[in-house]
């Protein structure tokens, strides 16, 4: 399955009943459409910094002081995007986890599954998870704890839906009493 990264997005976001199909893409494919998003969710997160530094907010006020008294103003911005750079993989690759472990508990007697599909599945079923976590900083905290809530649900809801489209797992055979004459 040859898909572009605009093409995996678009179908995560209107058809996640194909989700179930994306369990076959490779883990390499997998990985650059999450950094891809990693990617921009840092620089979302990264722009929020730099305004809110420009703007003299109160929490940075000791730590720009003790920065322009050493004079090392140079290295605040790279160290501050590497740092949120590697935290946010750390979180989403948890968040990823985590759903695809839900996933996995709520499938596992109904459905043939592997924690490697559903990890997958997962990582296509946070999409809009994603979009929504790129406008999170520019908003007010209980709209962005709002939007987390809602991208929460709509992820589980996906992977709900994509779990229906996994085959099942075949019936028990009964066994048969045999009777044996002693």
């Given at each position: 399955m040859q898909l572009s990264l605009s093409q995996l997005c678009k179908?995560?976001?209107?058809?996640?009943k194909r989700l179930a199909a994306f369990r076959m893409l490779t883990i390499g494919k997998t990985m650059q459409y999450v950094f891809f998003f990693i990617t921009f969710i840092t620089i979302?997160?990264?722009?929020h910094f730099v305004l809110t530094l420009q703007h003299g907010s109160n929490q940075f006020e000791a730590v720009l002081s003790y920065i322009d008294a050493?004079?090392?103003?140079?290295?605040?911005?790279?160290?501050a995007f590497i740092a949120l750079f590697v935290?946010?993989?750390l979180l989403?690759?948890?968040q990823i986890s985590l759903?695809?472990?839900i996933g996995y508990g709520i499938g596992y007697f109904h459905y043939?599954?592997?924690?490697?599909?559903?990890w997958r599945t997962a990582a296509f079923a946070m999409t809009i998870y994603y979009i929504l976590h790129l406008i999170s900083p520019f908003l007010t905290t209980s709209?962005?704890?709002?939007?987390?809530?809602?991208?929460?649900?709509i992820t589980i809801t996906y992977i709900l839906i994509a779990l229906r489209k996994y085959p099942k797992k075949p019936l028990p055979a009964k066994k048969k009493e045999s009777f044996s004459s002693q």
């Open positions: 179908y995560s976001i209107f058809y996640p979302a997160t990264f722009l050493q004079q090392m103003t140079w290295i605040l911005y790279p160290f935290s946010n993989t989403i690759m948890c759903y695809a472990a043939r599954i592997e924690y490697r599909h559903l709209y962005s704890n709002m939007l987390q809530l809602v991208g929460i649900a």
